[in-house]
């Protein structure tokens, strides 16, 4: 069971209020700052919480436009880079939820 846990929380998808695009992501600095915070966190807990690590990949979707920024680039398709952070916009065909799911090479 833990290592299943571990292959499916990766990439963590957390959506946001469906606002305009253009106010609902935060700029590259914001986000940036955002994701670091969230990995020493992680490393902090290492696992503790729930077991397993939670440390991954993270999208912040948009679920009105599907527009995400990323903590990392894509694994099979290159991102648009922004200062610390990736930016694209999410395939129809994948889930906007609270929940790992598998996308561009990574889980």
Do not use: H, Y
Not at 20 to 33: K, M, N, Y
Not at 35 to 46: G, H
Not at 69 to 95: H, K, Q
């Amino acid at each position: 069971m833990r290592g299943r846990l571990r292959r499916c929380i990766g990439l963590l998808l957390l959506a946001l209020p469906s606002v305009a695009s253009a106010q609902a992501l935060p700029d590259a600095s914001a986000a940036g700052a955002v994701f670091q915070r969230m990995q020493q966190l992680c490393a902090a807990d290492d696992g503790k919480a729930w077991g397993v690590s939670l440390c991954g990949p993270v999208l912040l979707v948009d679920p009105a436009s599907r527009q995400f920024v990323a903590s990392i680039d894509g694994a099979d398709t290159a991102l648009e880079r922004d200062g610390p952070v990736f930016r694209g916009r999410l395939p129809d065909n994948v889930p906007v939820a609270n929940t790992a799911v598998g996308w561009n090479g990574r889980t």
